[in-house]
């Protein structure tokens, strides 16, 4: 509470204390016109108390959407950061897929650089999600075909182009995957 709306309510406070303390001195004539003015202080002090908890709460909620914005800043800009790593994170994958007869010492350099990406977007908290078997959703998977598979069932993802990742509940690149019709 600021300092001047402490004053006005101890002004105020006094106002209806004092107006009590001259009640009691009063003629019972002038009793009508004392209970009018200490009802008349009361309707100023509940009002500035009103006053008080609507700018208590304004102000409370202020403090709560910045909050939020400065949350959603930060996310965003996460997300745009991220998104600009994933080709890179794309590129390892694909070097890790297709080097099964390099020297195990460049598969082992390879597997390292994946390792430091994936702790890197775990710290950013960011998931990868669309793998093989996974149920197929339309929110989180782009199908860019089907195909029939008995084994995997119906609605199921049978293969993965292109690994999604999110962001909490924010989408930073959705899956390309194949699913099973």
Not at 121 to 137: C, P
Request: avoid cysteine; proline fraction near 2%.
């Amino acid at each position: 509470m600021s300092k001047k709306k402490k004053e006005e309510a101890v002004e105020n406070t006094e106002e209806v204390k004092a107006a009590a303390e001259a009640a009691q001195e009063e003629q019972p004539g002038e009793k009508d016109e004392r209970d009018e003015r200490i009802k008349a202080l009361e309707e100023e002090l509940a009002a500035g108390k009103d006053k008080y908890l609507r700018l208590a709460a304004e102000y409370d909620n202020f403090r709560k959407r910045t909050a939020n914005e400065k949350l959603s800043l930060y996310d965003d800009a996460t997300s745009k950061a991220v998104r600009e790593l994933l080709p890179v994170a794309d590129s390892v994958r694909m070097a890790l897929d297709n080097l099964k007869e390099a020297s195990p010492e460049i598969i082992k350099g390879i597997e390292l650089i994946s390792n430091q990406l994936a702790k890197s977007f775990e710290k950013l908290k960011v998931e990868a999600f669309g793998a093989v078997g996974e149920d197929f959703d339309p929110n989180l998977h782009n199908a860019v075909g089907m195909v029939e598979n008995e084994e995997l069932g119906s609605g199921k993802i049978a293969a993965v182009y292109q690994t999604g990742y999110k962001l909490g509940d924010k989408i930073i690149r959705h899956a390309m995957v194949q699913v099973t019709s």
